[in-house]
């Protein structure tokens, strides 16, 4: 199990959380205005990285609030925890920057993720 | 203690030979679902200059880490049709591929722990049936005539309430499954090439022309993708998006013992299944780890719940112990079904996303993708199951609907 630092309550162990999946992706600014394409991407087509990836989770049993964190998806060391609509912290090495890290600043991302725990 | 003596392989199973400067087609990933793609291929559209690419050993990824369940008993009218397939396949492949690797159908049990999974599992077995599926709705007493080490009492956190039943499921051997696959495409000429990584792809504007691999440069007309697990880092290569997830996912096994479960106890809700091994060890699968991972571990705790289970429902477990345990990464789309056709690069093709239940899906994923790959246009079974249902909105959401586990 792993051990993570909810930015609230401090080190609690993993099964106190849940996955919300990428993190930083913003409602679209002009829905109307979205193709079928646009809408699919938005709604289905999250990032897969191998590596650093910056992801949400919330603190179902603790705050209940949500924040993101840094996570390598291969080692599953975490790199950093920071609050919702906060940036990650610009002191990872530039070379491990989440490649999903957002250029600027956005709205907190509203979709909700549908990863389960379910097998298929 | 052995309960089934293992068949004898083949004298000769299949060569290793170097990558050729260029084939017709490639296929990258030499799990069971590239092994079969090349097989049919071969065989039913004569395209014998190609060479599977597999950058470990052949069939170390998820087709060696499966729990091994085959079952056609899925809701949707799509899923039902590419499945069933599929298991009619599994019944005359033994034979076909002239290899023994021990199809055995011992029935599938899906158990039913709350009024609301009874309803929905009664309403699965009229759909199945509808679709010429063999499937039975059990009550309690009928479950334990079935599966005597089950509990049946009702005083249990999650009393089973019934079960529906698909007698022609079963499981097989996946290695020797795996092995046949790779010693037929041998037979027809196919190259499987082992330790060899794709690691870019060559393109002239939109279309593949070749593949960059850790063994050199090859030119091909057509690119097959089987990477279940690393799909989504090898569409990135390609140059285009994957609605595709990857975690770990993971199972056990107990020590040997004499046989004591004679079919396969599948529970979605606490999630655990169960099977016993022709050897004799319980084969058990869980859930996937919550979040995304390309480690092929498993959360400790996840066992945990899994066995905490196992124990209540199967009481005689409590004494067995855990021989080993492993994990693999599955690709998991949102729908929960599986994408086979084309892809937005010209003569590439994908077939991922078979989640965690894509080992029974094998032989139809072969026969389809290579239909696809073959003539450039899906088959009528892959064709409900092109990436662009995420456009139209015309899911075929198993998740949840149906028995939704390996
Ligand atoms: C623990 C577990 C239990 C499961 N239980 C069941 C079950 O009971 N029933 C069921 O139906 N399904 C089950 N599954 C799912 C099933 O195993 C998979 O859906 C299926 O094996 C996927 O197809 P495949 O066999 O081709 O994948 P794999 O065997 O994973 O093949 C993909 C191959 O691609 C290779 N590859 C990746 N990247 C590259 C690259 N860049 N270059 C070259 N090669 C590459 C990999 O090394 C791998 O060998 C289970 C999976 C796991 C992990
Ligand atoms: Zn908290």
Redesign the pocket.
């Known amino acids: 199990m792993l051990l993570f630092s909810c930015p609230n309550c401090g080190p609690r162990n993993e099964g106190e959380f849940h996955y919300g999946g990428q993190a930083h992706v913003a409602y679209p600014t002009h829905p109307g205005d979205l193709s079928d394409r646009e809408w699919a991407e938005y709604l289905f087509f999250r990032e897969n990285t191998k590596g650093l990836f910056a992801e949400r989770w919330v603190h179902s049993t603790g705050c209940r609030k949500w924040f993101n964190m840094v996570r390598d998806t291969v080692s599953y060391d975490i790199h950093a925890v920071y609050r919702m609509g906060e940036q990650p912290p610009t002191d990872l090495d530039p070379a491990t920057t989440p490649a999903n890290a957002p250029a600027q600043p956005l709205a907190p991302a509203q979709a909700s993720n549908t990863s389960t725990s379910e097998g298929v | 203690m052995s309960t089934e003596q293992l068949p004898e392989h083949p004298e000769f199973l299949w060569r290793n030979p170097d990558p050729k400067k260029s084939y017709d087609a490639v296929i ?7 092994l079969a793609t090349a097989y049919f291929l071969a065989k039913n559209h004569g395209m014998t200059n190609i060479a599977i ?4 050993w052949l ?12 079952r056609s008993n899925y809701l949707w009218d799509e899923s039902a049709a590419i499945y069933e397939h599929s298991l009619k396949l599994w019944e005359i492949l033994p034979e076909e591929l002239d290899y023994d690797f021990l199809f055995s159908q011992r029935g599938v049990m899906n158990l039913a722990h709350t009024l609301g999974d009874v309803r929905e599992s009664m309403r699965r077995v009229g759909a199945n049936q509808l679709n010429g599926v063999d499937a039975e709705w059990l009550d309690p007493k009928q479950v334990k005539e079935l599966c005597p080490i089950l509990n049946i009492n009702d005083n249990i956190r999650y009393p089973v309430m019934g079960a529906t039943y698909q007698p022609r499921a079963g499981i097989a051997k996946h290695d020797h499954v795996a092995w046949a696959f790779a010693r037929k495409c041998d037979e027809l000429g196919v190259d499987i090439i082992q330790n ?4 870019g792809f060559i393109k002239d504007g939109n279309r593949v022309t070749g593949v960059k691999t850790s063994r050199g440069t090859i030119n091909t007309e057509k690119v097959g993708l ?5 799909s989504s ?2 569409a990135e290569m390609a140059g285009f998006r994957l609605p595709i997830q990857s975690h770990p ?3 056990l096994v107990s020590e040997l013992h004499e046989p004591v479960h004679p079919t396969v106890v599948m529970s979605n809700h606490v999630h655990v ?1 169960v099977s016993q091994a022709h050897k004799g060890e319980l084969v058990m ?1 869980a859930g996937v780890d919550s979040y995304n991972g390309y480690g092929q571990r498993g959360s400790f705790h996840v066992i945990e719940e899994q066995m905490a289970a196992a124990v209540e429902l199967f009481p005689i477990f409590a004494r067995a112990h855990v021989l080993r345990t ?5 690709d998991t789309t949102m729908d929960a079904s599986p994408i086979v056709g084309l892809s937005p690069v010209e003569n590439m093709y994908v077939n991922c996303g ?9 032989p139809a ?1 072969g026969l389809t993708f290579a239909h696809t790959i073959a003539t450039g246009a899906p088959h009528t079974l892959n064709k409900p199951f092109s990436m662009e249902r995420f456009e139209t909105g015309a899911l075929i959401d198993e998740h949840g609907a149906a028995a939704v586990a ?1």
């Open positions: 990258v990933g030499g799990g069971g679902h590239g690419l597999e950058k470990g069939a170390g990824g998820n087709m060696a880490r499966n729990t091994t369940i085959i060899c990584e794709v690691t089987c990477a279940a697990g690393h880092v090898l996912l993971q199972a299944y699968g492993w994990g693999g990464i599955v078979w989640g965690t239940g894509g080992f029974k899906g094998t994923a390996h």
